[in-house]
């Protein structure tokens, strides 16, 4: 069992930056994949990020690339999501994923925390 705790979530304007974390306890954390979706009020939960066990390798969606970088430190059993330039279309609950499928474009997590809100302001 894994437990995700997100924390990082707040209210930014428009062009400005958020770090979002996510500690990870239970299982040893580098066994595993992880990543960061969102959703939006009235749509659907996103992927936005993935990243894999070694931290090597790493997936973007089309709509924060070059804006969000996803990274991870095994010694703290923590993943981030450093996001700047922000938009007021990234306004959505984010939530920490981990372990589960990870493919070249596509994730299915077994553990989820509880999400962290982003608001972003024009």
């Known amino acids: 069992q894994v437990h995700l705790a997100e924390s990082g979530g707040g209210s930014v304007q428009a062009g400005g930056s958020l770090r979002l974390s996510c500690a990870a306890s239970g299982r040893t954390f580098p066994n595993y994949p992880m990543g960061w979706f969102r959703q939006a009020p009235g749509k659907e939960r996103e992927l936005v990020a993935t990243?894999?066990?070694?931290?090597?390798?790493?997936y973007y969606a089309d709509s924060v690339k070059g804006r969000f970088t996803i990274s991870r430190d095994n010694a703290k059993s923590t993943q981030y999501l450093q996001m700047n330039s922000l938009k007021p279309e990234d306004t959505a609950v984010y939530y920490c994923a981990a372990d589960g499928e990870l493919g070249g474009y596509y994730y299915y997590p077994t553990f989820w925390g509880q999400g962290t809100q982003v608001t972003v302001s024009s």
């Open positions: 990243i894999n066990w070694g931290g090597d390798t790493t």
